[in-house]
């Protein structure tokens, strides 16, 4: 059974667009990123899972239950990284720690310690005097403490420096190999390509592909990354026919390249 | 009490420890000089009463001010505590809906199994225990002024007084709750309910300023607050002011599960 699964998932604020038929299904132990810029509709698609917003139409199913009905049941068991984490400024990260371990009726602060250690995250500062990094470290381990069977990240390296951003990424690893499904947006399209199994590009809204990262650069690079000008794609044997190729290959297409490459098309069709 | 909702109400009071003292502290010590100087003013004060309007008087409550008692009425309780009580209960409130929405906690609390309706309910009782150590530390204050001054002020007549003023500052922390249900943002809450503490008190000096208007104190909750002081607590409109604001606070926790947490 999937953990996430939506259909035609739609989000509207008045005339304005917010997620347009969104169509996709998670499943356990997976590792799946939103991939697009800033004002895609990555954060309205999540924000409706969580129940923030409430949906114009289509549904939500996570963990087979209702997105909006059973949302606290739903959040019994979910860790969730809300963009741009904040939490006041004069409380402690061990205070919000505290307070949401009673709301969810975890013994002592769960995996707190180990994490704060991993992460360099100073558990004893107000908020308020912490840099941005450092903050995103301290609702890392509010979204992590618990060992939540799915794991939300909205942007979650922003603010982290790049020795941080690596070791998220060992701890996404470490997530989906103890069982746990993540879904993370993002539009920093090397950590997607390094930690997702499969990647959903939103543009304006739409989900307008829904991939293995494997295959769609794969896909990308046998359509397009021939560094010689034709008028139309071709083939590797038939640009080895052409007379005097003694030789011809294909560069290696990275994810930007694609995710570039999908926002081209979409523009011009 | 859940589990849950006592986490939420201890974590919101200990937000909200400095303003305890920041409310409490300020009212008590000025209701406390109050009483000090009344046995000192007391005769000049009564000559100036008798030289007032009669509309002034009845208007802010003003009668014989022969007593340390209605001094007290009319120096503190008619006027400045329960204008500045509303005005604490709507910030409290806030703080912990628009405010924790603003500064990004709601996202993290709402993230766990926690319904918003909890969350209302806790920012309400959190609330309802604010006012209650902010009027207790004015009480202590002034019977400590007035052991002071030796001015004999009734102790259960101040605390009636005081305690009075409770429902009457719960009820706009109930309408601050319902103000969330249309916005989370802490100054349009704040100011929609200030607005509404203010035109209350006026809408309630003008019906008794003009008899011929006294019908539109029915529209204003300071018609059920009295003068407790001096008359004691009326228990029928101490009951009612008091179920209207947990009325209003459930509609507010019924309006804000309902609407959009916008990021």
Redesign the interface.
């Known amino acids: 059974m999937a953990v996430i699964e939506t259909e035609r998932l739609t989000k509207r604020y008045g005339s304005a667009r917010g997620i347009e038929d969104v169509t996709v299904s998670i499943e356990r132990a997976e590792v799946f990123g939103f991939l697009g810029p800033n004002g895609a509709g990555k954060?309205?698609a999540i924000?409706t899972l969580?129940d923030?917003?409430?949906p114009t139409s289509g549904e939500a199913r996570i963990f087979g239950l209702d997105s909006h009905r059973d949302?606290?049941?739903i959040?019994?068991r979910?860790?969730?990284l809300?963009?741009?984490?904040?939490?006041?400024?004069?409380?402690t990260g061990r205070?919000?720690l505290r307070?949401?371990a009673?709301?969810?009726?975890v013994e002592g602060l769960g995996r707190a310690e180990p994490l704060a250690e991993r992460f360099h995250a100073d558990l004893d500062r107000p908020l308020g005097e912490l840099s941005r990094g450092n903050r995103q470290k301290v609702?890392l381990i509010?979204?992590t403490f618990h060992s939540p069977e799915l794991l939300i990240l909205d942007e979650p390296t922003s603010g982290l420096d790049p020795l941080m951003q690596e070791e998220f990424l060992a701890l996404v690893t470490e997530e989906r190999e103890r069982g746990c499904t993540v879904l993370l947006s993002s539009h920093e399209l090397d950590e997607v390509e390094r930690v997702c199994d499969r990647v959903g590009i939103v543009r304006e809204g739409k989900l307008i592909a829904v991939e293995r990262v494997a295959k769609l650069l794969a896909k990308t690079q046998r359509r397009n990354r021939v560094e010689v000008e034709f008028s139309k794609p071709v083939e590797l044997e038939d640009v080895r026919q052409i007379p005097g190729v003694v030789d011809a290959e294909f560069a290696h297409a990275n994810l930007e390249e694609v995710f570039l490459t999908y926002y081209k098309e979409g523009e011009e069709g | 009490m859940s589990?849950?909702l006592g986490?939420?109400i201890a974590?919101h009071l200990?937000?909200r420890r400095r303003s305890l003292l920041a409310w409490g502290l300020p009212l008590g010590l000025w209701s406390a000089f109050i009483v000090i100087i009344f046995p000192s003013v007391e005769g000049a004060l009564s000559k100036a009463v008798q030289g007032y309007p009669e509309a002034l008087k009845e208007a802010f409550g003003i009668g014989e001010l022969t007593s340390v008692e209605q001094y007290l009425q009319a120096e503190m309780l008619s006027l400045i505590v329960p204008l500045a009580l509303g005005y604490l209960a709507v910030r409290a409130v806030a703080s912990g809906l628009s405010g924790?929405a603003e500064?990004?906690?709601l996202?993290?609390?709402?993230?766990?199994?926690?319904?918003r309706s909890r969350i209302a309910a806790a920012s309400f009782a959190a609330t309802g225990v604010e006012l209650a150590v902010v009027l207790v530390v004015t009480v202590i204050l002034t019977a400590l002024g007035s052991l002071v001054a030796d001015a004999h002020l009734s102790l259960s007549a101040a605390i009636a007084g005081y305690a009075s003023v409770w429902p009457l500052a719960l009820l706009f922390a109930g309408l601050g709750i319902v103000a969330t249900g249309f916005s989370l943002r802490t100054t349009v809450v704040t100011g929609a309910v200030a607005g509404a503490l203010v035109t209350m008190y006026v809408i309630d000096l003008v019906g008794r300023l003009d008899p011929d208007l006294s019908g539109i104190r029915y529209a204003s909750v300071f018609k059920y607050y009295g003068n407790a002081i001096e008359d004691g607590i009326d228990p029928l409109s101490f009951i009612c002011v008091t179920l209207a604001a947990l009325l209003l606070a459930a509609l507010g926790a019924w309006l804000f599960e309902?609407r959009?947490?916008?990021?």
């Open positions: 954060t309205t924000r969580l923030f917003l409430h949302s606290v049941a959040h019994a979910l860790g969730n809300p963009g741009d984490f904040g939490y006041g400024k004069q409380s205070e919000a307070l949401l009673r709301l969810r009726g609702g509010l979204a | 589990a849950q986490a939420l974590a200990s937000d924790a500064s990004g906690r996202d993290v609390l709402l993230s766990s199994p926690v319904s309902r959009d947490l916008s990021g």
